[in-house]
C-alpha cells in the first residue's frame, strides 16, 4: 500500500532528454490531477487529457474527453476518494513522454491498490495525457 507520506510524488526521477524539468512537469501534472480529483472536480480532471485520449481502467477502456469527464463523475459520484500517488519513474523523448508508479484510492468499502502509467504529448506547448491506464493489484481471499 501506498503510504500517506508518499503522496508527495518521488522526484528522484530522471529524464533522457534535454529538458531537465520534465520530471517536475510531470509531478505537477500528478499532484494536480490528485488534488482535484480528491476535491470532486470530475471537470478539472478531465481537462489534463487529451481531446482523443484513451483511458484503460479495470471495467473497461473509455476514449475522449467527454467519455473520460463521465466516467471521473462516475468514479467521483461512486465514492472514490483519498487518491494517493507514488511515481516511481518519468522520462521523455522528444514531444512524448511518460510517468509510472503506484496508487492507492479508497472507495466506499475498500482501499484500492495499483500500478498505472500514463503517456503524454505536447500539443501546442502543453503536456496533455494522450494515454492513462490504472490497473489494480489482485484482491486477496476474505
Not at 529524464?15 to 500528478?30: G, L, V
Request: charged share 20%; proline share 5%; no cysteine.
Amino acid at each position: 500500500m501506498v503510504s500517506a507520506s508518499a503522496q508527495a510524488p518521488h522526484t528522484a526521477t530522471k529524464s533522457k532528454s534535454s529538458d531537465p524539468s520534465f520530471p517536475s512537469t510531470m509531478q505537477k501534472i500528478r499532484e494536480t490531477w490528485v488534488s482535484e480529483f480528491n476535491a470532486g472536480h470530475a471537470d478539472k480532471v478531465a481537462a489534463f487529457y487529451a481531446p482523443d485520449a484513451v483511458l484503460m481502467r479495470w471495467n473497461g477502456t473509455v476514449h475522449g474527453h467527454d467519455s473520460i469527464l463521465a466516467e471521473m463523475q462516475r468514479s467521483i459520484t461512486g465514492g472514490a476518494h483519498d487518491y494517493v500517488v507514488h511515481s516511481l519513474h518519468a522520462e521523455r523523448s522528444g514531444d512524448m513522454g511518460y510517468d509510472t508508479g503506484a496508487y492507492n484510492v479508497t472507495l466506499r468499502d475498500r482501499v484500492v491498490e495499483g500500478n498505472y502509467v500514463i503517456v503524454v504529448k505536447r500539443m501546442k506547448g502543453e503536456w496533455k495525457i494522450v494515454a492513462h491506464a490504472s490497473v489494480p493489484n489482485p484482491r486477496e481471499a476474505p
